[in-house]
């Protein structure tokens, strides 16, 4: 079975601070890749998602990933958060035409103004 | 364009009360879910359905029952409420783009 990791649980940066998160996942084919964040109180929603081509991928609110084929990951980065990142982020992973997604467990930023 | 629509928004219901998470999107997306979030923790797959009169157990299904009669509407139904189903609920639909959630259901069972 598919699996999704996420190795950070919480990570605690200060404003200005540069951020990367860990996914890794376990399919060896083709996947569609996506970071999600949870906002405090919120729902989940779409920070951006790769699917083929360029393997840099930016989102919304200056959020970047890399998709590395060999290593099996996904990472996030920002090159200086701001409090307001203060969030939940997921990744998640699905095969083409599948049912539904992975999602790892979630890593927990909290950003000190 | 009103995406995925939960109610209620929160509910308190004592042990061995039933009750329906509603949950209609408007997007046409054939995916539909079901998941329960608990804090600190990640989600948790309850149903999930890929069209209409489809739908399949995820992780987490039992004290749960999904029926899925139209591509709008997805509800959630507990029967025999029990406190271990004390969380957040999230309805969400997906298409190739990803998934849209709903803003959750919060249950309380006392």
């Known amino acids: 079975a598919q699996s999704v990791s996420q190795h950070n649980h919480h990570v605690i940066l200060s404003e200005a601070a540069s951020l990367e998160l860990g996914c890794n996942y376990s399919?060896?084919?083709?996947?569609?890749l996506f970071w999600y964040v949870q906002y405090p109180g919120q729902h989940l929603q779409l920070l951006l998602k790769?699917?083929?081509?360029?393997?840099l991928v930016k989102g919304i609110k200056g959020f970047e990933a890399e998709f590395i084929k060999s290593k099996f990951s996904f990472n996030l980065r920002k090159p200086s958060v701001q409090w307001s990142d203060t969030a939940e982020y997921f990744c998640?992973?699905?095969?083409?035409?599948?049912?539904?997604?992975?999602f790892g467990d979630g890593t927990t930023l909290t950003v000190k103004p | 364009n009103a995406g995925v629509t939960q109610t209620p928004k929160f509910r308190i219901l004592k042990i061995g009360q039933s009750m329906t998470l509603q949950c209609t999107q408007d997007m046409n997306h054939n995916y539909m879910y079901w998941y329960r979030q608990d804090p600190g923790m990640g989600l948790k797959l309850i149903y999930y359905s890929v069209g209409a009169g489809i739908t399949d157990k995820g992780e987490v299904p039992n004290g749960y029952n999904v029926s899925r009669s139209t591509t709008e509407d997805f509800p959630l139904r507990l029967e025999l409420a029990a406190p271990s189903q004390t969380s957040v609920y999230f309805c969400?639909?997906?298409?190739?783009?990803?998934?849209?959630f709903g803003s959750g259901t919060r249950l309380t069972v006392v």
């Open positions: 790769y699917f083929s081509g360029d393997p």
């Open positions: 969400a639909s997906r298409n190739r783009d990803g998934y849209t």
């Open positions: 998640a992973v699905n095969q083409p035409n599948a049912g539904k997604s992975t």
């Open positions: 399919y060896g084919g083709t996947v569609n």
